[in-house]
């Protein structure tokens, strides 16, 4: 069974699960990047008309489509594409890692406290909002993540990322002066 929950971004919504549908974390996939894409599910769902980003996670897809587009004929077609693949399919839409992100073990202590900070603290509150935050550098007192999902383009991301994310990062390790999209 499929349900569904807004997110603070009107062109996102939130599509969870019971099943799994990401076995390897949280992975972005916009419509301009689709003929590059192997994985036929998502390659299809981004072909509806209005969808430009997709967002998996382990329990929940989320949906950013264009102003063209109402909710009310994208929605049934999302939850039908999803069930579809599950009457189908036993395991989850992806499966493998293909993904280059940092490993920890080749960062130093402050980057170590900062993924900590933000996969602990500050990841699961911005997932309840259907999107996803990746670290991205850190240099001169400066972190650069990247918002996806429903945060990337939402009207109340940044400041999210400014009085959010900022001041925790600020609090949690000292070394932190200020946070940038990337």
């Known amino acids: 069974m499929i349900q569904t929950e807004s997110t603070p971004n009107p062109n996102s919504l939130k599509f969870l699960s019971e099943k799994v549908i990401s076995a390897i974390g949280t992975e972005e996939f916009q419509r301009s990047n689709s003929k590059d894409l192997k994985n036929s599910f998502i390659k299809e769902l981004l072909a ?4 430009e980003l997709v967002l998996l996670s382990k ?3 989320s949906v950013k489509k264009t102003d063209e587009v109402s909710w009310n004929d ?6 039908s594409h999803l ?9 989850p839409i992806l499966k493998e890692n293909n993904s ?14 900062i993924i900590d900070v933000l996969d602990t ?16 550098s850190f240099e001169n007192g400066v972190v650069k993540v990247q918002l996806q999902g429903s945060c990337s383009g939402c009207p109340s991301s ?19 002066n200020s946070v940038e999209a990337n």
Request: charged share 30%; aromatic share 8%; net charge positive.
């Open 121 to 136: 603290k500050i990841r699961p509150a911005v997932a309840r909002d259907g999107g996803d935050i990746k670290f991205k």
């Open 83 to 91: 069930n579809h693949y599950f009457e189908k399919n036993d395991g």
């Open 48 to 51: 509806f008309k209005g969808v």
């Open 59 to 61: 329990n929940f897809l």
């Open 74 to 79: 994208l929605k049934p077609m999302v939850i």
């Open 100 to 113: 280059s992100s940092l490993s920890i073990e080749d960062e130093n202590d402050t980057v170590k406290r």
């Open 158 to 176: 940044l400041m999210t990322l400014k009085q959010g994310v900022q001041n925790l990062l600020k609090h949690y390790v000292k070394e932190v």
